[in-house]
């Protein structure tokens, strides 16, 4: 079993800053490998050429001020429910096919002044709304290792774009494991930042108590990098955290000798494909001979946190989306001289939402209903409240939890139809957005299924703000597995 080597676009980036290398000559190979692989796996929706050439050029002729910015020429490609001036914004769905934000996210606008180039927005499943990047209405994308299956979702497009060299860096939101888990499929780094740790504001809303945008990247010191750009208080966003911004690149390549690693038992099962469980069972003695602690854990809860996310989320979601009404902007269907008002608004939302997306509409608007929000939205909040202890009292015992991310490699594109078997997807990784923690995703390795070498992702978990010690576990366990 073999991993990906680290690619750690950062150190382009100080040659770039240098003067040793050029940015347009990069955003020029960048934008040529687009056209040639993009038709194949359609992770970009559209790309800005033009744009992405000239600010590489501006930042060549500026050499003094590309040494001040840390990012400086490395492409990045931003999942397209993060708002941003060029281009459209359109969260893969038909309902805003022609949104034009007017206004920059608080991500997009930060990488931008640390010298990254946007080269295009990258597709999703509709509105953030799966584990596939199937359910989009400008169709799948797919998954570089095999163009038969698909990346996860829902950031599959910035996944498959970072896992085909398509961009250096690329920003996706993790609402219940969609930075994490296709990170996983593709063979990426993925990390899903602690709640309020990084701005939403300008992500278009899904589940707000859940929603965090975060870096999909080749190596764990170039998501380190990333975050370190884009963490920290925004006065635009209410939910934004105002707790002081580690230096995570600082403390990167600290030896993690006495490291406390649990393991929970709830995570090895044998519902997860046998080369899942190996490649935890391969982690667990490399951190073993780096010095670690390895601290058996337990967390039962584990099995409630796909029914509590799909009464929460949806509930989140179908508030969110009753701005979506073919009033204000977006889709608006034709009507008869006969129709009226509701029939307006009932057209308009049939017709442009997908059926993922109306499907937990109808469950959130129903949790929340009359009679049965007690029953339901009432309880999973309780459930939520207990999942989140558990893993209080599990970061007591240890200081990053460690496991897989999804239970399976890639699955061929179709093949999921029963919603539910999808949904089961992210046991491993909703709870980190229920308990508001910090998660990341790395190459553990490959499967060989149906002919086809597939990665394998594993999952480490900390404490809320804990990214430095969670960045450092899978700094270590990377250079364990690149030989460095």
Do not use: W
């Not at 687009?34 to 930042?59: C, G």
């Not at 990254?116 to 953030?128: P, Q, R, W």
């Not at 061929?412 to 491993?428: F, T, W």
């Not at 086809?452 to 430095?468: D, T």
Request: aromatic content about 6%; overall charge neutral.
């Amino acid at each position: 079993m073999t991993t990906i080597a680290p690619d750690e676009r950062v150190l382009h980036a100080a040659r770039i800053a240098s003067g040793n290398a050029s940015a347009e000559e990069s955003v020029r190979t960048t934008l040529a490998r687009i056209a040639d692989r993009n038709p194949k796996l359609n992770a970009y929706r559209e790309t800005f050429d033009a744009h992405a050439l000239a600010v590489a050029a501006a930042l060549d002729r500026a050499p003094a001020s590309a040494k001040a910015k840390p990012l400086a020429g490395l492409t990045i490609a931003v999942k397209d429910n993060i708002a941003t001036t060029e281009g459209k914004t359109t969260c893969s769905s038909k309902i805003l096919a022609n949104y034009q934000s007017p206004y920059d996210a608080t991500v997009v606008r930060r990488l931008r002044d640390a010298g990254a180039i946007m080269v295009g927005k990258t597709n999703l499943d509709e509105f953030a709304m799966g584990s596939s990047s199937e359910n989009c209405a400008f169709g799948p994308v797919r998954n570089p290792h095999d163009t038969t299956r698909v990346p996860g979702g829902s950031s599959g497009g910035s996944a498959a774009a970072i896992a085909d060299s398509l961009c250096d860096i690329a920003l996706g939101s993790d609402t219940g494991g969609s930075i994490r888990q296709p990170a996983a499929l593709c063979g990426a780094v993925g990390l899903k930042p602690t709640y309020g740790r990084v701005s939403r504001y300008g992500l278009v809303a899904f589940g707000s108590s859940l929603d965090q945008i975060g870096p999909l990247t080749r190596s764990v010191r170039d998501a380190a990098a990333v975050l370190q750009v884009i963490a920290g208080h925004d006065p635009l966003d209410s939910t934004s955290a105002d707790t002081p911004v580690d230096d995570y690149l600082a403390t990167l390549d600290q030896p993690i000798k006495g490291l406390r690693v649990g393991v929970p038992k709830e995570y090895v099962s044998e519902a997860n494909d046998a080369s899942v469980n190996a490649a935890v069972e391969r982690a667990i003695d490399t951190y073993r001979s780096l010095g670690a602690t390895i601290v058996d854990v337990d967390l039962p809860l584990t099995d409630l946190g796909i029914s509590t996310y799909y009464v929460i989320a949806p509930a989140e979601a179908s508030s969110n989306l009753a701005r979506f009404d073919g009033i204000r902007y977006g889709y608006r269907a034709p009507l008869s001289r006969d129709e009226d008002l509701f029939d307006l608004y009932a057209k308009s939302r049939a017709e442009g939402f997908g059926a993922e997306v109306k499907r937990r509409i109808m469950i959130g608007t129903y949790v929340l209903s009359s009679g049965y929000y007690d029953a339901y939205y009432k309880r999973a909040l309780q459930v939520r409240r207990l999942i989140k202890n558990e893993f209080d009292t599990a970061f007591q015992a240890c200081d990053v939890l460690l496991g897989p991310t999804s239970p399976t490699p890639a699955f061929e594109i179709g093949k999921k139809s029963d919603p539910l078997s999808m949904y089961l997807c992210d046991v491993y990784t909703v709870n980190t957005n229920i308990a508001g923690i910090c998660g990341i995703s790395i190459p553990g390795g490959f499967a060989t299924v149906g002919g086809s070498k597939l990665p394998v992702g594993l999952q480490l978990q900390a404490a809320a703000f804990a990214e430095s010690t969670l960045l450092r576990a899978a700094r270590m366990l990377e250079r364990a597995y690149a030989g460095g």
